[in-house]
């Protein structure tokens, strides 16, 4: 028998999942998903985790509550750790005490892990204090799904003076609002509606009881959406930090390998983006390739490396093989300024460094101070280009080219919303050739044909326009170039 573990995964913000629930994910060899969660949880998960899309809503389901409930009896008595991943807290107005009697009910061991709910942050994110001393010191919650059917005593919930909060409620809001007025509400009292907050798809409505219903049609609301009723609303302005920052709005696609991406994607989410992660690149590690040059690794006068994955996986080797680093007598040189820093961190100052992240630059620089005849270990990419080696051996030099690692396309391991996460993505970012042929080859190249693309250095947006696709080169092969870039472009989306 297995266990199975309710997770609560929180608003939208990949980044307000606790620190528990990752380390229970890791754990998990099936995991079941919502519509309303983060994707990009999914990171967190095994490579060889099972993964099911439980998606609901409003008028379609994917799976039901009682198929959902049945998959987590199966899988559980079939041995398997189940994470249920839930979108905020899974006992607020979800259907968690429902799977959890159902276990019950089978025997199965089963624990919840409490997520950040909605009517927080959701709130806190939208510039509305929940509660505030001189104006409310309570709020209260309802679901407002079908609003006309709760056992709700509009006589009593009318003259609370505390924050008054409605989730699901947007298609109950007209009903929600004229119970209020005719039991004595202010009709003038503040009101936003607030949808898909802490995502880049956060919109905000400002009204009060009377208007609020047609300014949400004008504005095209949809689901899903929270409603909040009370005076804290009118500090909405005011406590906005959010919305004010530069990349709000933005859902940012990043193709790069899953241990490439942190960097980028936390100054994306610093800057108020929102990430979706494609890893269109896995890494397939072949160090094992450089044992038969262990003899003769103290003998070279420089060593090579292009990329913070070869720096990496060289070390890496270097340790697994008992090599103590003293024993390399020959120089490193490095591409790009990651990549020093990477060299710089396993104690060793490169000798020298590419101004531009390409291997053209970084030959010209060598040919500076190499000659006829010096010993160069090159460890790289498989797909590398061989112009740097080709480059070093009409210069006279004895290079090695061991192939350290492969790049192999990457998987989507989501089932039934991928059209879903593609259709709210406005900004694709493509860092290397392989990147672009490998999303055009993981999901289509009609799906990201009307997307505006953004490509790092003058090699890869070459292989952007093989494919007949219109993108925007970064000015420099770095992040903070790309970030620049990002910003830039976004009045034109």
Not at 404 to 426: A, N, P, Q, W
Request: hydrophobic share 35%; proline share 3%; with cysteine.
């Amino acid at each position: 028998m297995g266990k199975v573990y309710l997770i609560g995964a929180g608003p939208g913000d990949e980044e307000l999942i606790t620190l528990k629930a990752i380390r229970v994910l890791k754990k998990c060899d099936v995991v079941l998903y919502d519509r309303l969660t983060n994707n990009n949880l999914l990171k967190y998960i095994r490579e060889d985790c099972e993964v099911y899309y439980c998606g609901k809503k409003p008028g379609s389901h994917y799976k039901t509550q009682e198929e959902i409930n049945d998959m987590l009896v199966k899988f559980s008595k079939d041995g398997h750790t189940v994470g249920r991943i839930k979108g905020g807290d899974p006992y607020i107005f979800g259907r968690g005490g429902e799977e959890g009697l159902r276990l019950r009910e089978e025997g199965i061991e089963f624990e919840v892990i409490p997520g950040i709910t909605s009517p927080i942050s959701v709130l806190n994110y939208s510039g509305i204090p929940v509660t505030h001393r001189k104006l409310t010191q309570s709020f209260h919650v309802y679901t407002g799904k079908s609003a006309e059917n709760l056992n709700i005593d509009w006589s009593i919930v009318s003259k609370t003076e505390g924050t008054l909060i409605f989730l699901m409620g947007l298609e109950s809001l007209e009903d929600i609002t004229r119970n209020l007025i005719s039991n004595g509400k202010d009709k003038y009292t503040p009101v936003a509606v607030i949808m898909e907050g802490t995502t880049a798809r956060q919109k905000k409505v400002i009204g009060d009881l009377e208007n609020i219903s047609q300014k949400v049609r004008d504005a095209k609301l949809v689901s899903p959406c929270m409603i909040v009723i009370g005076d804290v609303v009118k500090f909405n302005e005011k406590l906005n930090w959010y919305e004010k920052k530069p990349l709000f709005g933005l859902n940012i696609c990043i193709t790069r390998s899953k241990e490439q991406s942190e960097e980028i994607r936390e100054k994306i989410v610093d800057s108020g983006g929102e990430v979706t992660e494609i890893n269109t690149i896995k890494i397939i590690n072949t160090s094992s390739n450089i044992d038969k040059y262990k003899e003769k690794l103290s003998q070279y006068d420089y060593i090579v490396l292009t990329s913070i994955n070869a720096v990496e996986i060289f070390f890496e080797r270097l340790k697994e093989l008992e090599i103590d680093i003293r024993e390399l007598k020959g120089r490193f040189i490095v591409i790009g300024p990651k990549t020093y820093d990477t060299v710089k961190k396993k104690g060793i100052i490169p000798f020298a460094m590419s101004d531009h992240f390409i291997s053209e630059n970084l030959l010209e620089k060598m040919k500076e101070f190499i000659k006829r005849g010096d010993k160069i270990i090159l460890p790289q990419s498989k797909i590398s280009r061989n112009l740097l080696y080709e480059g070093l051996i009409k210069e006279g030099c004895l290079v090695d080219k061991v192939d350290l690692y492969d790049t192999v396309e990457g998987d989507i391991k989501i089932h039934g919303s991928i059209s879903e996460r593609l259709e709210k993505i406005d900004v694709i970012l493509f860092t290397s050739p392989s990147t672009v042929r490998n999303l055009i080859n993981m999901v289509g190249i009609d799906n990201i044909k009307h997307k505006k693309i953004i490509a790092i250095g003058s090699i890869t947006k070459s292989e952007v326009d093989k494919w007949g696709l219109e993108s925007i080169k970064s000015d420099e092969c770095t992040t903070d170039s790309l970030i620049k870039k990002i910003i830039e472009v976004k009045k034109d989306i």
